[in-house]
């Protein structure tokens, strides 16, 4: 941990071998944060920061190292303008993930400090709900920020039945300065249906544990099955507190579905409807559940030999789709594994790309930074190429077919919906 008596801050090494030393350069005033990298002589112009969860969960210090290389391989510039780095934590060690006062404090920090040009993360959708007001209201702001992880369609889009003036109430200034990498949930629905269709089931029964996630989940399968010829044959919801489900079993059985989606959560008796299921169907129907059956070993662990074949959802790029700047960026920060299913070093350099593209374009301020990442894509070497709509969403979003196999998770496929097959 640092405090103010360490904010001023001197690199004398560099990220690798042949980096140069900095002046003196005043970092971000946050006691969470580390000391500014820098590559080159003299100090640099402007800041990027990273807001990550370093104490968990996997991923976010994957991310820091692919934020290193990115700007190592660009040599800490974008265009005319010298770049530094400083890697910032949003957790704490009491609560050993990410901590909602760090996030806040950090987010005050970043916003008073106008070296501060963009902001990558935070990982989680509820440290971004905190940060993202702060840093709409940024001084000389709205201050740029590059989502890597957070999937929460409300930070974005409005949501039936979601919080109250989201998303408008993260913005207070009315300008948009969030774009994500990862789709939110919406896109998985529409993976979920291009799945469907491709793999012929014709028949599918849609099953929802009665929460938000789930029934949202649900609704935006129903709606993106239709124009891809898929007939959801009825749809039905599963009470968690229930000790039996035989009769929903039944009613399923009885509608002869060539699949099923099992939208909702594995550990609200999720896996006990699947187990009851695999008893009573055919054992060619297939099984199909959002990321809330994302832990394999949860999965089997719970429902044991009727978790096998489950085919679950992770909205991402998994390492072995990378692209040759990707694949560069893996083998200098380390291999990383699909079965992981960590927005890791990938989407640390995909979000840095980005910052650096759009602060090259801008005028140096803010604003300009904001404009510019809007108008902005990604590379194509790194994650696939795509843009942000106006919300700031992708305008095609990855998501990561998994399958269990025995006790293994093996990748399926990768799917890619477009933003107006996923908006809800």
């Known amino acids: 941990m640092r405090t103010a008596a360490s904010l001023i801050l001197l690199v004398a090494a ?27 002589k003299g100090k640099p112009r402007y800041l990027i920061v990273s807001d990550l969860p370093l104490r968990a969960p996997p991923g976010a210090r994957e991310q820091v190292a692919g934020i290193k290389q990115a700007l190592e391989l660009r040599g800490f510039r974008a265009g005319r303008y010298s770049v530094g780095y400083q890697s910032c934590d949003d957790s704490s060690a009491t609560v050993g993930a990410r901590d909602t006062a760090v996030c806040t404090a950090n987010a005050k920090a970043y916003a008073a400090d106008t070296s501060v040009l963009g902001v990558i993360g935070p990982y989680n959708s509820e440290c971004a709900a905190l940060e993202i007001p702060i840093l709409n209201r940024a001084q000389k702001g709205p201050l740029a920020i590059v989502g890597t992880a957070t999937t929460n369609p409300q930070l974005t889009a409005r949501v039936p039945g979601g919080d109250p003036g989201t998303p408008g109430s993260y913005y207070p200034t009315g300008i948009r300065n969030f774009v994500r990498l990862a789709a939110p949930d919406q896109f998985q629905a529409a993976a979920a249906a291009m ?62 579905p060539d699949g099923v989606f099992l939208s909702g959560f594995a550990f609200l008796h999720g896996t006990t409807v699947l187990k009851e299921l695999r008893a009573k169907l055919p054992a060619k129907t297939v099984v199909l559940a959002p990321d809330g059956f994302s832990d394999p070993g949860e999965d089997v662990a719970e429902a044991g030999k009727a978790a096998d074949g489950l085919y679950y959802l992770w909205a991402m790029v998994p390492p072995s789709a990378a692209g040759p700047r990707g694949r560069q960026i893996l083998q200098r920060t380390g291999r990383e594994r699909d079965g992981d299913q960590q927005y890791g070093a990938l989407y640390g350099a995909a979000a840095t790309e980005l910052l650096l593209d759009a602060m090259a374009a801008s005028d140096g301020s803010r604003r300009s930074v904001v404009t510019r990442l809007f108008r902005s894509s990604t590379r194509r070497s790194i994650l696939g190429r795509f843009g942000f709509d106006r919300n700031g969403d992708p305008t095609i979003g990855a998501v990561t077919v998994y399958q269990i196999r025995g006790k293994k998770t093996t990748t399926s496929e990768v799917l890619y919906p477009h933003s107006p097959a996923a908006a809800g």
């Open 14 to 40: 560099g990220l690798a071998a042949g980096c140069g030393g900095g002046h003196a350069l005043r970092a971000v005033g946050a006691d969470s944060c580390g000391p500014v990298l820098f590559h080159g």
């Open 195 to 256: 799945f469907a269709q491709k793999h012929h089931l014709a028949r599918m029964y849609v099953l929802d544990d009665g929460e938000a996630y789930g029934t949202e989940m649900a609704g935006w399968f129903r709606q993106a099955a239709g124009p891809r010829n898929v007939h959801v044959v009825a749809t039905a919801a599963w009470d968690p507190r229930a000790k039996d489900y035989s009769a929903l079993v039944a009613r399923v059985v009885r509608a002869r």
